[in-house]
């Protein structure tokens, strides 16, 4: 069965500096990945996916993530991080049809 | 374009009272789901529209939650009796090209 994990619940981090997210995933076959962030009060909005091809993927908002088949993780970064980057971020593995997703990630960012 | 609409943003009601939640997806999109999203998880697939045909409602509680999508575009989900346990954002999204697009949820309070 597929599923989900976000190993950190919560992470705080400075303005202006780097972010990685970190994400694994139990999948059958090649999945399907992506990323949302939900700021408090409103829907998910997609940061990016991985289908095929490239490994790491480029995204809205600076983000980038890059799948690792080996280590069955599709971890999201961001070199410099904004507070307007404080929200909760998911991680979603399956198809389009079946969707699963991990229980997310808080960031906080200092000023 | 206009996004997922939802409506209304934030309903409480007492145990075993009923409830009702509607969804307009974006204008095209025949693929409509439904998520719950318990505090502090991901969201959790309800059921799952192609048109007005049910793809998979698997994991909707059958007796107390029902949904329809009678013409195919607008989606009502509806709680009877809810229960302390249904508090929760109610996600509605649809699906285009580049994956779920999702509304802003509906925040349900059951005291």
């Known amino acids: 069965a597929q599923s989900v994990t976000q190993p950190d619940i919560h992470i705080t981090v400075s303005e202006g500096a780097s972010l990685e997210l970190r994400c694994n995933y139990s999948?059958?076959?090649?999945?399907?990945l992506f990323w949302y962030v939900q700021s408090p009060g409103q829907g998910l909005q997609l940061l990016l996916k991985?289908?095929?091809?490239?490994?790491l993927v480029q995204g809205i908002k600076g983000f980038e993530a890059e799948f690792k088949r080996s280590q069955s993780s599709f971890n999201l970064r961001k070199p410099s991080v904004h507070w307007s980057d404080a929200a909760e971020y998911f991680c979603?593995?399956?198809?389009?049809?079946?969707?699963?997703f991990g229980a997310g990630t808080r960031l906080t960012v200092k000023p | 374009e206009a996004g997922v609409a939802q409506s209304p943003r934030y309903k409480i009601i007492e145990k075993r009272q009923s409830v009702a939640f509607w969804c307009n997806p974006i204008?095209?999109?025949?693929?409509l789901y439904w998520y719950q999203q318990i505090l502090g998880q991901g969201p959790k697939l309800l059921i799952q529209?192609?048109?007005?045909?049910?793809?998979?409602d698997s994991q909707l509680p059958k007796d107390r939650f029902s949904a329809e999508r009678l013409k195919g575009v607008d989606s009502t989900l509806k709680i009877q009796p809810a229960k302390l346990e249904d508090s929760a954002v109610y996600l509605c999204?649809?699906?285009?090209?580049?994956?779920?697009?999702f509304g802003p949820g509906t925040r349900l309070t059951v005291t």
């Open positions: 999948y059958g076959a090649t999945p399907y």
């Open positions: 999204a649809s699906r285009g090209i580049f994956g779920q697009y």
């Open positions: 991985y289908f095929s091809g490239d490994t």
């Open positions: 529209f192609q048109n007005n045909g049910v793809v998979d």
């Open positions: 204008s095209g999109h025949a693929t």
């Open positions: 979603a593995v399956g198809e389009q049809n079946d969707m699963r």
